[in-house]
């Protein structure tokens, strides 16, 4: 999966719009974070803290919570070696709970 890949897959989620921050790209859907570009392998998807639990149990490979994000609501996706499914899941779950948000 390459960024590319989540910008078509963030994109095509209603209300989300691409961004960018640093010359980095992000999701938001009506301001609120989905997603954002750490570095070209990367991504950082919003995360409930059950979910993240879960994903990061299940998917060790794809999915990892640096000691930065430790204390958020974020999970850090490996996109090169992720699995890319869990990795579409992630990101309509973000969608989902930033959409319940508002």
Same mark, same amino acid.
């Given at each position: 999966?390459?960024?590319?890949?989540?910008?078509?897959?963030?994109?095509?989620?209603?209300?989300?719009?691409?961004?960018?921050?640093?010359?980095?790209?992000?999701?938001?859907?009506?301001?609120?974070?989905?997603?954002?570009?750490?570095?070209?392998?990367?991504?950082? =998807?919003? #995360?409930? &803290?059950?979910?993240?639990?879960? /994903? +990061?149990?299940?998917?060790? !490979?794809?999915?990892? =919570?640096? #000691?930065? &994000?430790?204390?958020?609501?974020? /999970? +850090?996706?490996?996109?090169? !070696?992720?699995?890319?499914?869990?990795?579409?899941?992630?990101?309509?779950?973000?969608?989902?709970?930033?959409?319940? !948000?508002?």
């Amino acid at each position: 999966m390459t960024i590319d890949d989540v910008g078509r897959l963030a994109g095509a989620l209603a209300g989300v719009r691409r961004t960018t921050r640093d010359g980095l790209a992000e999701w938001r859907y009506h301001g609120r974070l989905v997603a954002r570009q750490l570095d070209h392998g990367q991504v950082v =998807i919003r #995360a409930e &803290f059950e979910y993240r639990d879960s /994903v +990061v149990r299940q998917f060790p !490979a794809t999915f990892s =919570i640096p #000691a930065r &994000f430790a204390r958020h609501m974020m /999970v +850090v996706a490996d996109l090169a !070696a992720g699995d890319h499914g869990a990795i579409e899941d992630a990101l309509e779950a973000a969608w989902q709970l930033q959409r319940s !948000a508002g």
